[in-house]
């Protein structure tokens, strides 16, 4: 694949469209996460309700990325984007003026997840605009908006400390408003946009077992990068915090450690996706799943070294990145003309994955036994599994879709 040939193709206003509106959603969904530490101190939280507390807006953004996904193949990204930007400042507000309670958080934390379903208009939005030879990196690079979270885990602790947290959803306010007034100016839908079906039609993606398997892996490589990028804040005061046995950090600089592994996650996404085009999602994917095995086994162990445990993290977070480029680097061959729909069903189980991991995975398992050691091993297990039945699905693929004389790379 050649980039520079790359630049004279697709839409490139919109494909940055499409990174700030993800950019900016990312950064906002994440919000309860990254201040996480905060409103635990100010209600109390057992474990188990703090992974719920920073899980719900995973949850929300699950449920709205399939309407949201056929909202854009029946109206057009653009303005999907517009309503789904405008959509999201109603739970700002809540945050910024109510949220005295905790179930108020977790109703305002839900509706957090209109953010997170911008997953499934800005990708179809890029998506449409590149052919197939392109489609890794053009998705990679509208898909690097996860970045966002980066931004929520680095400012959301020192604002949080400054102003409080109820404020810093205000704040969210202001970026979230410039972003949609560029998004109004530059966003163009393709002229690939599809005709409106009927609602029974979108629905048919269901049938396809195809449909099913992209939602299980990325289950495991989209839910395990917000899931953790949402819970690590957790995860890394209780082994290293302040009033841990063998830390000493700061919420602070706890939120610079979540930050440096949100980076390696969003920062890794495009060339994920490059690196799909050139050598094939399907391979290179086989050998991420890996690597994330091997990697969450080693977390397991709890080193008494907040770098060794800050380098498995970001390498995982890194390899969870490239793998949510790598696989829609393989969506978009397979269901082209169904993109938005699929994009937002895929999505929906990313985001499923991301509320199970904190919410009925490592939570409870804290709680349960006091210790992280076993969430992780049971992490790792799930990605080992997976990681099996990737390479027997991927088998089948080779013999009927994914043919060598398509031109693509799988």
Same mark, same amino acid.
């Given at each position: 694949?050649?980039?520079?040939?790359?630049? =004279?193709?697709?839409?490139?206003?919109?494909?940055?469209?499409?990174?700030?509106?993800?950019?900016?959603?990312?950064?906002?969904?994440?919000?309860?996460?990254?201040?996480?530490?905060?409103?635990?101190?100010?209600?109390?939280?057992?474990?188990?309700?703090?992974?719920?507390?920073?899980?719900?807006?995973?949850?929300? !953004?699950?449920?709205?990325?399939?309407?949201?996904?056929?909202?854009?193949?029946?109206?057009?990204?653009? =303005?999907?984007?517009?309503?789904?930007?405008?959509?999201?400042?109603? /739970?700002?507000?809540?945050?910024?003026?109510?949220?005295?309670?905790?179930?108020?958080?977790?109703?305002?934390?839900?509706?957090?997840?209109?953010?997170?379903?911008?997953?499934?208009?800005?990708?179809?939005?890029?998506?449409?605009?590149? /052919?197939?030879?392109?489609?890794?990196?053009?998705?990679?690079?509208?898909?690097?908006?996860?970045?966002?979270?980066?931004?929520?885990?680095?400012?959301?602790?020192?604002?949080?400390?400054?102003?409080?947290?109820?404020?810093?959803?205000?704040?969210?306010?202001?970026?979230?408003?410039?972003?949609?007034?560029?998004?109004?100016?530059?966003?163009?839908?393709?002229?690939?946009?599809?005709?409106?079906?009927?609602?029974?039609?979108?629905?048919?993606?269901?049938?396809?077992?195809?449909?099913?398997?992209?939602?299980?892996?990325?289950?495991?490589?989209?839910?395990?990068?917000?899931?953790?990028?949402?819970?690590?804040?957790?995860?890394?005061?209780?082994?290293?915090?302040?009033?841990?046995?063998?830390?000493?950090?700061?919420?602070?600089?706890?939120?610079?450690?979540?930050?440096?592994?949100?980076?390696?996650?969003?920062?890794?996404?495009?060339?994920?996706?490059?690196?799909?085009?050139?050598?094939?999602?399907?391979?290179?994917?086989?050998?991420?799943?890996?690597?994330?095995?091997?990697?969450?086994?080693?977390?397991?162990?709890? /080193?008494?070294?907040?770098?060794?445990?800050?380098?498995?993290?970001?390498?995982?977070?890194?390899?969870?990145?490239?793998?949510?480029?790598?696989?829609?680097?393989?969506?978009?061959?397979?269901?082209?003309?169904?993109?938005?729909?699929?994009? !937002?069903?895929?999505?929906?189980?990313?985001?499923?994955?991301?509320?199970?991991? /904190?919410?009925?995975?490592? !939570?409870?398992?804290?709680?349960?036994?006091?210790?992280?050691?076993?969430?992780?091993?049971?992490?790792?297990?799930?990605?080992?599994?997976?990681?099996?039945?990737?390479?027997?699905?991927?088998?089948?693929?080779?013999?009927?879709?994914?043919?060598?004389?398509? !031109?693509?790379?799988?």
């Amino acid at each position: 694949m050649d980039v520079k040939s790359f630049r =004279k193709v697709g839409h490139f206003p919109s494909l940055v469209s499409a990174f700030l509106y993800f950019d900016v959603s990312f950064m906002i969904w994440v919000l309860c996460g990254a201040l996480s530490l905060y409103i635990t101190k100010d209600f109390g939280l057992t474990d188990a309700q703090r992974a719920t507390m920073v899980a719900i807006p995973t949850l929300g !953004g699950s449920l709205f990325r399939i309407p949201m996904g056929i909202l854009a193949d029946r109206i057009g990204s653009r =303005k999907a984007g517009i309503i789904g930007m405008m959509l999201t400042i109603i /739970p700002l507000l809540w945050g910024w003026l109510g949220g005295t309670t905790l179930n108020s958080v977790l109703a305002l934390g839900f509706l957090l997840g209109i953010a997170g379903a911008s997953f499934a208009v800005s990708l179809s939005l890029a998506s449409r605009w590149y /052919p197939p030879q392109y489609q890794g990196l053009a998705m990679g690079i509208a898909g690097a908006g996860n970045s966002g979270t980066a931004l929520a885990t680095f400012f959301g602790p020192h604002l949080a400390n400054a102003y409080g947290w109820h404020n810093v959803f205000g704040l969210a306010i202001i970026p979230l408003t410039l972003v949609l007034i560029a998004f109004m100016l530059m966003a163009k839908d393709s002229p690939n946009q599809p005709e409106p079906k009927k609602l029974v039609d979108y629905l048919a993606a269901f049938k396809y077992a195809d449909t099913w398997w992209f939602c299980l892996f990325y289950a495991i490589t989209f839910g395990g990068f917000v899931g953790f990028s949402s819970y690590f804040s957790i995860f890394f005061f209780d082994v290293y915090g302040e009033e841990s046995v063998q830390g000493g950090l700061t919420r602070v600089q706890i939120g610079y450690l979540v930050t440096i592994t949100v980076i390696a996650g969003s920062m890794f996404r495009p060339i994920g996706g490059y690196i799909a085009d050139r050598i094939g999602g399907m391979r290179f994917m086989l050998g991420l799943f890996a690597v994330i095995t091997v990697c969450a086994f080693g977390i397991s162990t709890m /080193p008494s070294s907040f770098l060794v445990m800050l380098l498995l993290t970001s390498i995982m977070m890194a390899c969870l990145g490239m793998g949510n480029g790598s696989i829609f680097q393989i969506v978009p061959q397979r269901f082209s003309k169904e993109i938005g729909v699929v994009t !937002g069903i895929v999505g929906a189980a990313g985001g499923l994955g991301g509320f199970l991991l /904190p919410n009925n995975v490592l !939570g409870p398992l804290k709680q349960a036994t006091g210790s992280h050691v076993t969430g992780f091993i049971v992490v790792a297990s799930i990605v080992l599994v997976v990681t099996l039945v990737f390479y027997a699905v991927t088998r089948s693929w080779r013999k009927s879709w994914a043919s060598a004389d398509s !031109g693509v790379n799988f």
